[in-house]
Structures are given as structure tokens and as C-alpha cells.
């Protein structure tokens, strides 16, 4: 059974940095795409970032360009979320993704990995609290 479990989420200052992991396990086939997602209370879950896990190419909405990056370490099978210069408006439950059937990157927009339609595989969360 496939599983993806998040992890190092915690409460911070505004400023502050914080690296989310997502360990996956479970599978005999391989991931082509995974991302970030978060949800507020209150809010729909909204996308964060997103990686073709082939190409390498990443995916980021506006509030967190330049702030979060998305990456990947196959061999370890753990997506890594590294968010600086934290706000009090990033604070959600934040929820790693993965699917098997994303197009190539060339192929494809940002907005087709930004979108949690593309993702069957979830994670339980992880809760982010930044305080100012």
C-alpha cells in the first residue's frame, strides 16, 4: 500500500524557515510527479508547489515564489519542501502529493501540476503555524 507520510511542520516566527519532508513507500512503480499542497481553516486546499519528478522542472504559485523550494531525493524516495521568510499567511495543514501519470513537462503547464486533480496519492499532512 502506498503511503506518504509528512513531516516537520512546527510552529515558528514570521522570518522564520522550516523543510518539509514527504517519505514515500510502498510502491513498485515510480512517481512522475509530486507537490505541495495547503489548506487553511476554513479555505480550500490550495496548491504550493509542484515537480516533474523526470525532468526536474518545478512549479510554484506567486505568494511562495522566491520564498519555498520543491525538491526531490529519489534515491531516499523523500520530496522536501524548504520554506524561508515564513508569514503568518502561510500557515495551513500542508499535504504532499504524488501520481503516476502526469505528462512530461514539455508536454504540459505548470497549472496541470498545480492542480490537485492531478494527484491520486495523498499524505496525512503536516501542520505549519507561523505566528507574527
Known amino acids: 500500500q502506498v503511503q506518504l507520510v509528512e513531516s516537520g511542520g512546527a510552529s515558528v516566527q514570521a522570518g522564520g524557515s522550516l523543510r518539509l519532508s514527504c517519505a514515500v513507500s510502498?510502491?513498485?512503480?515510480?512517481?512522475?510527479?509530486m507537490g505541495w499542497f495547503r489548506q487553511a481553516p476554513g479555505k480550500e486546499r490550495e496548491p504550493v508547489a509542484a515537480i516533474d519528478t523526470d525532468s526536474g522542472s518545478t512549479y510554484y504559485v506567486d505568494p511562495v515564489k522566491g520564498r519555498f523550494t520543491i525538491s526531490q531525493d529519489s534515491a531516499k524516495n523523500t520530496l522536501y519542501l524548504q520554506m524561508n521568510s515564513l508569514k503568518p499567511e502561510d500557515t495551513a495543514m500542508y499535504y504532499c502529493?504524488?501520481?503516476?501519470?502526469?505528462?512530461?513537462?514539455?508536454?504540459?503547464?505548470?497549472?496541470?501540476?498545480?492542480?490537485?486533480?492531478?494527484?491520486?496519492?495523498w499524505g496525512q499532512g503536516t501542520q505549519v503555524t507561523v505566528s507574527s
Open positions: 502529493a504524488a501520481d503516476t501519470r502526469c505528462p512530461p513537462s514539455w508536454a504540459a503547464s505548470g497549472a496541470y501540476y498545480l492542480d490537485r486533480v492531478a494527484y491520486r496519492y
Open positions: 510502498g510502491h513498485t512503480f515510480r512517481f512522475n510527479c
